[in-house]
């Protein structure tokens, strides 16, 4: 599929990301990178409040279907994802620069229908991937503060590619950042691969959710982030990743809270996705 060929033609990464896969969990885990906190990206909503429908309000992520920026006419794949950032690459040791690390996470072309690895169910026409090595991961910190009493639901579309087996573990997450380099998981679900995961046409969706929380809690009122990473190494030999689409985040409030405000949240949220999207 097209995440093959981002690594066929790049021998360095090949070889770094074997020489990642053939050491052991322990290894992997002192080499994981710290997570850099971002900054809010904006306090426009933390006055009003996010709050939706009985069914749920979808809180708009930017680029949640990975269409930008555009792969240009005859390039294989991208390293670059607007609106998502990287993990910082490992401590110097681990076998894996900084380059090799930048080449872990980005976006392919879905081939078209008909061809293989077509994903017949994912938005428009690209697709991210991360390799499947422990911290490769891609985050975004949203301008939607955690609210006492709404729960959270994070969605995401999976695969898995290449050489991919099962078991192989990929972590989705919602946290926030309790200052520089403290990023704080709050939920989180694993997602084991298996044979079908690998060799459907279709992306899975797998979730983590967040039940209601009082006011009490420390992440309350913090700005609320999403998280996608690969969680432990690849367990043969081969270029292994996670193909990935369709990010939604959602949020559900209490019984009885302003719904009213709804709109003017949703209405601030899109705004600030439109203004993400032309900066």
Sequence with gaps: GGAQFVVSHRRRVRQSLHMSMAQDRDTHASCRPEFRATPALSAL?????????????????????????????????????????????????????????????????????????????ADGTQVAFLFAVPGVSLSQQTPYPFIAGNSYNLQVGLRGGGALTPGTQFQLSLYYDNGPLNRVRVASTAVS??????????????????????????????NLGVEVMALSPNGGQGIAYWELDKVQLTSVPEPGTGALLATGAAVAGLAWVRRRRLS
């Design 45 to 121: 909503l933390i006055s009003l409040g996010v709050v939706g429908t009985a069914s749920g309000q979808s809180l708009p992520l930017v680029n949640p279907s990975f269409e930008t920026p555009r792969i240009p006419p005859g390039f294989p794949a991208s390293t670059m994802v607007d609106g998502w950032q990287k993990a910082p690459p490992p401590p110097a040791g681990c076998g894996i620069s900084a380059e090799q690390w930048d080449q872990m996470a980005g976006t392919f072309p879905n081939p078209p229908a008909g061809q293989p690895r077509h994903l017949t169910n």
């Design 193 to 222: 691969a298996t044979d079908a995961l690998t060799s459907s046409s279709t992306l899975e969706t797998f979730s983590v959710s967040l039940d209601p929380a009082p006011s009490a809690q420390p992440w309350i009122g913090r």
